[in-house]
Structure formats: structure tokens, C-alpha cells
Nanobody, 115 residues
Framework: EVQLVESGGGLVQPGGSLTLSCAAS????????MYWVRQAPGKGLQWVAW????????TYIGSVKGRFTISRDNAKNTVYLQLTDLKTEDTATYYC????????RGQGTQVTVSS
């Protein structure tokens, strides 16, 4: 059974930083591209970033490019999302997932950007 457990969210001021983690189990992690998606209050799910199986390729949605960094550690079955220069519009529940539509996502971790 696929299990994805996100952590690392919190309340941060605009301009601040957070690092999210996602621990994966129940599938062959090193063979799976991984995605981060988010859902802002009252809005639908939005793909944010994805990373190739080996971690050498990454892609970001335009609004986070240059501010967010996705990475992975295949030895630890963990994918990360480093968030910097956070803006109020980044407030959302963040999920890791097996596809850009949020497939098999975990329970999520809340990121709130507010002064």
C-alpha cells in the first residue's frame, strides 16, 4: 500500500522559509517520479513541482520558480520541497504525490504565510 507522509509545514512571515519533507513507503520509490501539489483555501489542487527518478531533472510551476527547490534522497525514500521567499499566496496545504493530479497523496502539511 502506497503511503506518503508529509511534514514540516508551519506559520511563517512573508519572505520566510520552510523545508517540507515527504516520507514514502509501499512502492519502489527510486523508480517513481515524485510531485508536490498544493491546495489553497477555497481552491482546487495545483501542481507545484516534480522531480525525476534520479533527481537530476526538476520542473516548477512559474509562480514558484526560483523560490522553491524540490529534491529527493532515494536512500531515505524521502522527497523534499524547500520553500524560500514565501508569499501570502503560497498559503496552502502541501502534498507530495505520485502524479501531478495528486494521486496517492498523503494527509498534507499546512503552510501559512502571514504577518
Amino acid at each position: 500500500e502506497v503511503q506518503l507522509v508529509e511534514s514540516g509545514g508551519g506559520l511563517v512571515q512573508p519572505g520566510g522559509s520552510l523545508t517540507l519533507s515527504c516520507a514514502a513507503s509501499g512502492f519502489t520509490f527510486r523508480k517513481s517520479p515524485m510531485y508536490w501539489v498544493r491546495q489553497a483555501p477555497g481552491k482546487g489542487l495545483q501542481w507545484v513541482a516534480w522531480i525525476t527518478t534520479g533527481g537530476t531533472g526538476t520542473t516548477y510551476i512559474g509562480s514558484v520558480k526560483g523560490r522553491f527547490t524540490i529534491s529527493r534522497d532515494n536512500a531515505k525514500n524521502t522527497v523534499y520541497l524547500q520553500l524560500t521567499d514565501l508569499k501570502t499566496e503560497d498559503t496552502a496545504t502541501y502534498y507530495c504525490a505520485l502524479d501531478r493530479d495528486g494521486g496517492s497523496r498523503g494527509q498534507g502539511t499546512q503552510v501559512t504565510v502571514s504577518s
